[in-house]
């Protein structure tokens, strides 16, 4: 198995800017894809970004053009800078991986969540 571990969340004033990292280690041959999601209160999950092992990216439409995801895949580690925060992006952010194990066997892991609290 892998584990992943997310760090750079905080307290933050609206229109500052916070960098996530997601950092990934254990069982690790490659990492196929690697996802952000946040969930605010009361809020379902939602996909904010996400990166594949050839660099393509994707955004929701609610961040597209203020965050921008990476990743160093030397590193094993993802990033998501996020600029002009606001407080509708008050949440917990989760990062994901679709990992392939040294023994070439698939499997998805979570980290367990950085919060990120936009104050107006």
């Known amino acids: 198995q892998a584990q992943l571990v997310e760090s750079g969340g905080g307290l933050v004033q609206a229109g500052g800017s916070l960098r996530l990292s997601c950092a990934a280690s254990?069982?690790?041959?490659?990492?196929?894809?690697m996802v952000w999601y946040r969930q605010a209160p009361g809020k379902q999950r939602e996909l904010v970004a996400a990166i594949s092992n050839d660099g393509r990216t994707n955004y929701s439409d609610s961040v597209q053009g203020r965050f921008t995801i990476s990743s160093d895949n030397a590193k094993n580690t993802m990033y998501l800078q996020m600029n002009s925060l606001n407080v509708e992006d008050t949440a917990v952010y989760y990062c994901?991986?679709?990992?392939?194990?040294?023994?070439?066997?698939?499997?998805?892991?979570w980290g367990q969540g950085t919060q990120v609290i936009v104050s107006s």
């Open positions: 994901d991986a679709d990992i392939r194990g040294w023994g070439k066997q698939n499997f998805n892991a």
């Open positions: 254990g069982n690790i041959f490659s990492i196929d894809h």
